[in-house]
């Protein structure tokens, strides 16, 4: 019958975890890179045609979040964050409006502000 080994102490255990990892991690950035395989940043492809701005909003603001109460900013702030959102909508590749569509957006959202009382 062969001799048990004892356990390894928490601290040990989390050493050659910690070593194991870190050799892995050393490999993997190592690891040649292959040529020709990135591509080339591109257009997002348009998919909006020339539409309401109800349908824009509707269409475009659920790429990322559950469409914004009307109410929820004031009319100054509005075209202000169009813009910003489709500048962000443009920089992670998600289809974003054109300048006419976003101010159709714009349009479509200001005219739907309920007055206030």
Request: aromatic share 8%; net charge positive.
């Amino acid at each position: 019958m062969s001799p048990i080994t004892p356990p390894m102490k928490n601290s040990t255990a989390i050493g050659v975890t910690a070593l194991f990892a870190l050799v892995a991690f050393a490999i993997l950035i190592s690891l040649p890179e292959k040529k020709g395989t990135h591509e080339m940043k591109q257009e997002p492809s348009r998919v909006f045609p020339l539409a309401s701005g109800k349908t824009l909003f509707e269409e475009s603001c659920v790429q990322c979040h559950t469409l914004p109460l009307f109410k929820s900013h004031t009319p100054d702030q509005w075209p202000i964050l169009v813009k910003k959102m489709n500048r962000y909508m443009e920089q992670t590749g998600k289809n974003y409006l054109s300048t006419d569509e976003a101010d159709a957006v714009t349009s479509y959202i200001l005219s739907n502000i309920p007055a206030k009382n």
